[in-house]
């Protein structure tokens, strides 16, 4: 089976520009995560969904940041204008169910570096 | 003070070595804990839930101490494979599967 999808890997841009990271969560999970990771802050939630509907986006840093789920198999996190800072990895995942304990899994990452 | 807090290493020990990570939350209510295990460069993967009772899994052991907001994990005999980030991991509402990771200890383990 597929696992969580997430494009690009690798993306270069310049302070300024617009950056659109792309997510597809595994089928049939319900709950979609936006996590950020850096040296410095670690792991960071930055937003979710359930069904498509955000859910927390209390991690969401500024302004700049915007997440869409417009179905069930696709989510994107848009940056603009990207600033050096936003250099991170940005991580996707995806599960099923309501319950607390059931597992997370994650995409590979976007890794973006803000020139 | 952070919600989850780990020592962040590394440690380093050689092949066979037992090892063992302690890690602190802050949320008395939280509900739910789990060990993930990230490698250099890759995403985080799921190692194991954190029982009550403390659970096993090969040669993997956590414990939770709900009086002290304490978990730990163990590592028996050490291989060169385990060599890693562990991020200890917390669900603090119980509800919706909302999870605060820890900054992650590293381990490195040498022949």
């Known amino acids: 089976d597929a696992g969580v999808i997430q494009s690009p890997r690798h993306e270069v841009t310049e302070m300024g520009q617009e950056v659109t990271l792309r997510c597809k969560p595994i089928?049939?999970?319900?709950?979609l995560f936006w996590y950020r990771q850096t040296m410095m802050r670690g792991l960071e939630l930055l937003i979710y969904?359930?069904?498509?509907?955000?859910?927390?986006d209390s991690g969401m840093p500024e302004d700049r940041f915007s997440a869409k789920m417009p179905n069930a198999s696709f989510s994107t996190l848009k940056i603009q204008p990207s600033e050096p800072r936003d250099s991170a990895v940005y991580f996707c995942?995806?599960?099923?169910?309501?319950?607390?304990?059931?597992?997370?899994?994650f995409g590979e990452g976007s890794w973006l570096t803000v020139v | 003070r952070k919600e989850v807090e780990q020592d962040p290493g590394p440690f380093n020990v050689p092949e066979g070595a037992t090892v063992a990570f302690n890690c602190t939350y802050s949320n008395s209510a939280s509900q739910s804990f789990f060990w993930y295990r990230q490698d250099c460069r890759k995403e985080p993967k799921l190692l194991m839930s954190?029982?009550?009772s403390g659970n096993e899994d090969g040669r993997f052991t956590a414990q939770l101490n709900r009086a002290s907001q304490y978990i730990s994990l163990l590592i028996r005999d050490s291989k060169l494979s385990d060599s890693a980030t562990y991020l200890c991991v917390v669900n603090p509402s119980g509800g919706y599967n909302k999870l605060i990771f820890g900054a992650g200890t590293r381990l490195a383990v040498h022949p």
């Open positions: 089928s049939g999970h319900d709950y």
């Open positions: 954190v029982y009550s």
């Open positions: 995942a995806s599960s099923f169910g309501v319950y607390s304990g059931n597992t997370i899994y």
């Open positions: 969904f359930n069904n498509n509907v955000p859910i927390d």
